[in-house]
Protein backbone atom coordinates (compact mmCIF):
# COMPACT_ATOMS: atom_id res chain seq x y z
CA UNK A 1 0.00 0.00 0.00
CA UNK A 2 1.46 3.57 -1.11
CA UNK A 3 1.85 5.61 1.79
CA UNK A 4 3.47 9.30 1.81
CA UNK A 5 5.07 11.27 4.05
CA UNK A 6 6.23 14.87 4.40
CA UNK A 7 8.89 16.13 7.80
CA UNK A 8 9.09 18.07 9.06
CA UNK A 9 5.30 19.09 9.82
CA UNK A 10 5.99 22.86 10.46
CA UNK A 11 9.19 25.01 9.51
CA UNK A 12 10.20 28.36 10.51
CA UNK A 13 13.01 29.86 8.14
CA UNK A 14 14.26 33.60 7.97
CA UNK A 15 13.39 35.28 5.11
CA UNK A 16 16.39 35.34 1.80
CA UNK A 17 16.90 31.39 2.93
CA UNK A 18 17.28 28.28 0.34
CA UNK A 19 15.28 25.06 1.89
CA UNK A 20 14.36 22.22 1.51
CA UNK A 21 10.95 20.41 1.36
CA UNK A 22 10.69 16.34 1.69
CA UNK A 23 8.33 14.04 0.85
CA UNK A 24 8.78 10.32 0.76
CA UNK A 25 7.04 7.38 -0.54
CA UNK A 26 6.94 3.88 0.03
CA UNK A 27 6.55 2.21 -3.60
CA UNK A 28 8.27 3.35 -6.84
CA UNK A 29 5.54 2.18 -9.26
CA UNK A 30 4.39 5.77 -9.47
CA UNK A 31 2.82 7.54 -12.50
CA UNK A 32 4.20 11.15 -11.17
CA UNK A 33 4.40 13.39 -8.37
CA UNK A 34 2.95 16.99 -7.87
CA UNK A 35 3.73 19.64 -5.25
CA UNK A 36 0.98 22.03 -4.39
CA UNK A 37 0.70 24.99 -2.16
CA UNK A 38 -2.43 25.32 0.10
CA UNK A 39 -3.04 28.89 1.95
CA UNK A 40 -5.67 29.08 4.77
CA UNK A 41 -8.79 29.04 3.80
CA UNK A 42 -7.93 28.30 -0.04
CA UNK A 43 -7.80 25.39 -2.33
CA UNK A 44 -4.17 24.13 -3.55
CA UNK A 45 -2.44 25.61 -6.09
CA UNK A 46 -0.50 23.50 -8.54
CA UNK A 47 3.45 24.45 -7.91
CA UNK A 48 5.11 21.95 -10.23
CA UNK A 49 4.54 17.99 -11.70
CA UNK A 50 7.12 15.96 -12.32
CA UNK A 51 6.60 12.47 -14.21
CA UNK A 52 7.27 9.35 -13.73
CA UNK A 53 10.83 9.53 -16.21
CA UNK A 54 11.99 13.09 -15.14
CA UNK A 55 14.42 13.33 -12.54
CA UNK A 56 13.61 17.17 -11.82
CA UNK A 57 11.15 20.26 -12.70
CA UNK A 58 12.09 23.85 -12.40
CA UNK A 59 9.81 27.18 -12.07
CA UNK A 60 10.91 30.33 -10.80
CA UNK A 61 12.74 29.87 -7.79
CA UNK A 62 11.41 26.21 -7.23
CA UNK A 63 12.84 23.50 -8.34
CA UNK A 64 11.55 19.74 -7.78
CA UNK A 65 13.37 16.51 -7.78
CA UNK A 66 12.45 12.89 -8.30
CA UNK A 67 14.55 9.80 -6.88
CA UNK A 68 12.01 6.76 -7.40
CA UNK A 69 14.45 4.27 -6.78
CA UNK A 70 14.81 5.54 -2.95
CA UNK A 71 11.28 6.58 -2.68
CA UNK A 72 12.12 10.41 -1.97
CA UNK A 73 11.14 13.82 -3.93
CA UNK A 74 12.46 17.20 -2.95
CA UNK A 75 11.08 20.67 -3.61
CA UNK A 76 13.80 23.40 -2.83
CA UNK A 77 12.72 26.74 -2.22
CA UNK A 78 15.42 29.57 -3.24
CA UNK A 79 15.48 32.91 -1.61
CA UNK A 80 12.38 32.29 0.36
CA UNK A 81 10.07 35.25 0.97
CA UNK A 82 7.40 35.73 3.68
CA UNK A 83 5.26 35.63 0.65
CA UNK A 84 6.26 31.72 0.22
CA UNK A 85 4.66 31.22 4.63
CA UNK A 86 1.67 28.25 3.20
CA UNK A 87 1.45 24.40 3.66
CA UNK A 88 3.25 22.56 1.01
CA UNK A 89 1.62 19.28 -0.11
CA UNK A 90 3.23 16.26 -2.53
CA UNK A 91 0.97 13.77 -3.71
CA UNK A 92 1.52 10.56 -5.69
CA UNK A 93 -0.62 9.55 -8.66
CA UNK A 94 -0.64 5.74 -8.59
CA UNK A 95 -1.80 5.40 -11.99
CA UNK A 96 -5.54 4.70 -12.68
CA UNK A 97 -6.42 8.52 -11.65
CA UNK A 98 -5.30 7.36 -7.71
CA UNK A 99 -3.65 10.17 -5.79
CA UNK A 100 -1.99 9.56 -2.81
CA UNK A 101 -1.36 13.00 -0.78
CA UNK A 102 1.08 13.89 2.23
CA UNK A 103 0.36 15.52 5.39
CA UNK A 104 2.15 18.87 4.37
CA UNK A 105 4.83 20.96 5.38
CA UNK A 106 3.65 24.11 7.08
CA UNK A 107 6.24 26.63 6.43
CA UNK A 108 6.73 30.11 7.50
CA UNK A 109 9.01 32.64 6.35
CA UNK A 110 10.16 35.11 9.01
CA UNK A 111 10.32 38.76 7.24
CA UNK B 1 -10.81 32.16 -16.64
CA UNK B 2 -10.20 29.19 -16.22
CA UNK B 3 -11.56 27.45 -12.68
CA UNK B 4 -13.67 25.30 -10.89
CA UNK B 5 -16.05 26.45 -8.84
CA UNK B 6 -17.30 24.23 -5.66
CA UNK B 7 -21.04 25.11 -4.21
CA UNK B 8 -21.69 25.63 -1.38
CA UNK B 9 -18.32 27.23 0.23
CA UNK B 10 -20.11 26.42 3.87
CA UNK B 11 -22.94 24.48 5.02
CA UNK B 12 -24.02 23.59 8.49
CA UNK B 13 -26.45 20.84 8.44
CA UNK B 14 -28.24 18.15 10.45
CA UNK B 15 -27.63 14.26 10.53
CA UNK B 16 -29.87 12.41 7.86
CA UNK B 17 -30.69 15.47 5.82
CA UNK B 18 -29.09 14.95 2.19
CA UNK B 19 -27.25 17.32 1.00
CA UNK B 20 -25.29 17.48 -2.92
CA UNK B 21 -21.86 19.51 -2.91
CA UNK B 22 -21.74 20.82 -6.77
CA UNK B 23 -18.64 21.08 -8.79
CA UNK B 24 -18.46 22.40 -12.18
CA UNK B 25 -14.94 23.13 -14.32
CA UNK B 26 -14.76 25.01 -17.57
CA UNK B 27 -11.19 23.70 -18.91
CA UNK B 28 -13.18 21.00 -20.92
CA UNK B 29 -11.09 18.16 -18.57
CA UNK B 30 -11.66 14.72 -18.41
CA UNK B 31 -11.15 13.63 -15.26
CA UNK B 32 -12.68 15.09 -11.93
CA UNK B 33 -11.96 14.20 -8.13
CA UNK B 34 -13.59 14.56 -5.07
CA UNK B 35 -11.60 14.75 -1.83
CA UNK B 36 -11.91 15.08 1.90
CA UNK B 37 -9.38 16.70 4.26
CA UNK B 38 -9.20 16.17 8.01
CA UNK B 39 -6.76 17.06 10.23
CA UNK B 40 -3.69 15.27 10.77
CA UNK B 41 -4.92 12.62 7.80
CA UNK B 42 -4.40 15.05 5.23
CA UNK B 43 -5.94 14.76 1.62
CA UNK B 44 -7.91 11.65 1.09
CA UNK B 45 -9.51 10.71 -2.47
CA UNK B 46 -13.45 9.62 -1.87
CA UNK B 47 -14.26 8.90 -5.76
CA UNK B 48 -13.09 10.06 -9.29
CA UNK B 49 -14.36 9.78 -12.58
CA UNK B 50 -12.20 9.37 -15.66
CA UNK B 51 -15.13 10.78 -18.24
CA UNK B 52 -18.80 10.92 -18.56
CA UNK B 53 -20.22 8.20 -17.07
CA UNK B 54 -17.53 6.49 -16.03
CA UNK B 55 -16.93 6.94 -12.26
CA UNK B 56 -14.81 4.70 -9.59
CA UNK B 57 -13.72 4.70 -5.83
CA UNK B 58 -11.36 6.26 -4.44
CA UNK B 59 -9.54 5.55 -1.17
CA UNK B 60 -12.59 6.70 1.27
CA UNK B 61 -16.17 6.33 -0.65
CA UNK B 62 -18.23 4.65 2.03
CA UNK B 63 -21.06 7.11 2.76
CA UNK B 64 -20.96 9.45 -0.63
CA UNK B 65 -22.50 8.79 -4.40
CA UNK B 66 -21.35 10.74 -6.97
CA UNK B 67 -22.13 11.13 -10.81
CA UNK B 68 -20.90 12.25 -14.04
CA UNK B 69 -23.88 12.84 -16.77
CA UNK B 70 -21.93 16.08 -18.41
CA UNK B 71 -18.06 16.37 -18.88
CA UNK B 72 -18.20 20.04 -16.83
CA UNK B 73 -20.32 18.57 -13.81
CA UNK B 74 -19.22 16.32 -11.10
CA UNK B 75 -21.67 16.25 -7.79
CA UNK B 76 -21.20 14.72 -4.58
CA UNK B 77 -24.10 13.51 -2.75
CA UNK B 78 -24.27 12.65 0.65
CA UNK B 79 -27.76 10.21 1.11
CA UNK B 80 -27.95 10.16 5.03
CA UNK B 81 -24.64 12.42 6.17
CA UNK B 82 -23.21 11.79 9.54
CA UNK B 83 -21.05 13.90 11.81
CA UNK B 84 -18.24 11.44 11.20
CA UNK B 85 -18.44 13.53 7.46
CA UNK B 86 -17.62 16.91 9.01
CA UNK B 87 -14.64 18.24 6.48
CA UNK B 88 -13.01 20.26 4.25
CA UNK B 89 -14.14 18.93 0.85
CA UNK B 90 -11.87 19.52 -2.57
CA UNK B 91 -13.18 18.99 -5.99
CA UNK B 92 -10.36 18.66 -8.31
CA UNK B 93 -10.36 18.05 -12.55
CA UNK B 94 -7.30 17.44 -15.37
CA UNK B 95 -6.92 15.94 -18.68
CA UNK B 96 -5.76 12.78 -16.55
CA UNK B 97 -2.55 12.47 -18.86
CA UNK B 98 1.26 11.83 -17.02
CA UNK B 99 2.21 15.21 -17.17
CA UNK B 100 -1.43 17.06 -16.84
CA UNK B 101 -1.35 18.83 -13.00
CA UNK B 102 -4.74 18.82 -11.35
CA UNK B 103 -6.49 21.93 -10.44
CA UNK B 104 -8.21 22.46 -7.43
CA UNK B 105 -11.61 24.28 -6.22
CA UNK B 106 -11.53 26.46 -3.08
CA UNK B 107 -13.28 23.58 -1.08
CA UNK B 108 -16.34 22.99 0.67
CA UNK B 109 -16.86 23.33 4.89
CA UNK B 110 -19.22 20.99 6.07
CA UNK B 111 -20.63 20.65 9.66
CA UNK B 112 -22.71 17.72 10.11
CA UNK B 113 -24.24 18.00 13.39
Known amino acids: KQEVTQIPAALSVPEGENLVLNCSFT??????LQWFRQDPGKGLTSLLLIQSSQREQTSGRLNASLDKSSGRSTLYIAASQPGDSATYLC??????????FGTGTRLKVLA | EAQVTQNPRYLITVTGKKLTVTCSQNMNHEYMSWYRQDPGLGLRQIYY???????DKGDVPEGYKVSRKEKRNFPLILESPSPNQTSLYFC????????????FGDGTRLSIL
Open chain 1, 27 to 32: DSAIYN
Open chain 2, 92 to 103: ASSFGGSNQPQH
Open chain 1, 91 to 100: AVNRGTYKYI
Open chain 2, 49 to 55: SMNVEVT
